[in-house]
């Protein structure tokens, strides 16, 4: 798999992406603002120039850092890629990119996101928290995000 930093150029295709991988998906204007704002935000596309679709991309994630800690805002997997490890081996390679000084890593998951949450222990994250009624749900309720965090 090819590892990269998304440019702007890349935009649409992550909220396409995104919109096959998530309830509420980000829109192509919020991955430019959050580029625009200093994120970095990684992707995964096949291998192969020649199995690749125009603009292909597998797997992203979009991280903020702030000093000694990196949030991560958003993860999407394409849903044929997932369970197959591809988003811990992006999730590792982001993790190999920070500088030395980042020595922790926040995220927020939804409550009822069980394959999210067992890829996140499975790298080393524990629970630290709990935001109650934080994620919107498609019938109009909300559910939970917990907290999580790695220290590296």
Same mark, same amino acid.
Request: glycine residues 4%; contains cysteine.
């Given at each position: 798999?090819?590892? &990269?930093?998304?440019?702007?150029?890349?935009?649409?295709?992550?909220a396409a992406l995104a919109r096959s991988?998530?309830?509420?998906?980000?829109?192509?204007?919020?991955y430019h603002d959050s580029l625009r704002a200093g994120h970095h935000c990684w992707i995964l596309r096949p291998p192969e120039p020649?199995?690749?679709k125009h603009g292909q991309i597998l797997a992203c994630c979009v991280?903020?850092?702030?000093f000694d800690e990196a949030e991560i805002l958003d993860v999407a997997v394409a849903p044929g890629c997932r369970n197959l490890g591809v988003g811990a081996r992006l999730l590792q390679h982001i993790f190999a990119q920070f500088p030395e000084h980042v020595a922790?890593?926040?995220?927020?998951?939804?409550?009822?996101n069980r394959p999210a949450r067992a890829l996140y222990h499975k790298l080393g994250f524990?629970?630290?928290?709990?935001?109650?009624?934080?994620?919107?749900?498609?019938?109009?309720?909300? &559910?939970?995000?917990l907290l999580m965090s790695l220290v590296l």
């Open positions: 798999m090819h590892f &990269e930093r998304a440019g702007e150029k890349d935009c649409d295709n992550l991988a998530h309830s509420h998906p980000w829109s192509s204007i919020q020649s199995v690749q991280v903020s850092r702030l922790r890593v926040l995220l927020e998951v939804r409550a009822s524990t629970e630290d928290g709990r935001r109650k009624n934080y994620y919107p749900k498609p019938d109009g309720s909300r &559910e939970d995000a």
